[in-house]
């Protein structure tokens, strides 16, 4: 079975601090595929990124990053420089590939993430 | 035109009505999903249909009765509802990996149906 912990409920933090949101997963699947979603206060969930198994490069985009570690089963993700934009619930998900082909995901709780102007 | 689209945003409904959601998607996609999102719950996906065709049904009660009559739209159909029913339904869309397209895993959501059951 798999399983996405965001242990972090909510976070509140002041703008243009740093911050980093913790995602831990769990799966038997030797080749899964680790997912951030952004949910703003529209509902819709907006895709971050994807990360499969077997590439644990870290990975930069603008002021995201994410940092995946297989040793400890975490995918975290960390924002610079907090914009009040970044307002937000953030899942984290983790999918293996059903038998007919479609990714299903495991989300998260989610994380809501406050950014105080 | 956006992506997905869901109508409507909101719904209250009583226990003995009967109600749909619809869901439409212009991305050319052939793989549709409904998840339910409730309060400090993940999201539970409920049905999934790919070319139109149901292949996933997570255990969902049949109060929930999904439709989908071409990959571009997707319903779902309300009865005898409770009031631990109310939740946000999201509906999503993605490139089906067994047809053979370029899957990046990539699921496309709508803003969600607010559901209030009284």
């Known amino acids: 079975a798999q399983k996405v912990t965001q242990a972090q409920t909510e976070i509140s933090v002041v703008e243009k601090e740093d911050v980093t949101l913790d995602c831990v997963y769990e799966t038997r699947d030797t080749t899964y595929y680790l997912f951030w979603y952004k949910q703003p206060p529209s509902g819709e969930l907006v895709f971050l990124i994807r990360?499969?198994?077997?590439?644990?490069q870290n990975e930069i985009s603008g002021r995201y990053s994410w940092n995946f570690q297989k040793s400890t089963s975490s995918f975290n993700f960390t924002i610079t420089a907090s914009q009040v934009v970044d307002s937000a619930v953030y899942f984290c998900a983790l999918s293996g590939v059903s038998n007919f082909g479609n990714e299903k995901l495991t989300f998260g709780t989610g994380t809501r993430l406050t950014i105080i102007p | 035109e956006t992506g997905v689209t869901q109508t409507p945003r909101h719904l209250v409904m009583g226990m003995t009505n009967k109600k749909s959601l619809k869901c439409e998607q212009h991305?050319?996609?052939?793989?549709m999903y409904w998840y339910k999102q409730s309060a400090k719950k993940p999201l539970e996906l409920m049905f999934v249909y790919s070319l139109e065709e149901r292949v996933e049904n997570n255990s969902v009660p049949s109060r929930f009765s999904p439709e989908c009559p071409n990959s571009s739209h997707l319903f779902l159909h309300l009865h005898t509802l409770q009031p631990e029913d109310s939740a946000l339904y999201l509906c999503a869309s993605s490139q089906d990996l067994a047809s053979g397209g370029t899957n990046t895993g990539e699921l496309f959501f709508g803003e969600g149906s607010r559901l209030t059951v009284l």
């Open positions: 990360r499969n198994s077997f590439d644990e």
């Open positions: 991305l050319g996609h052939n793989a």
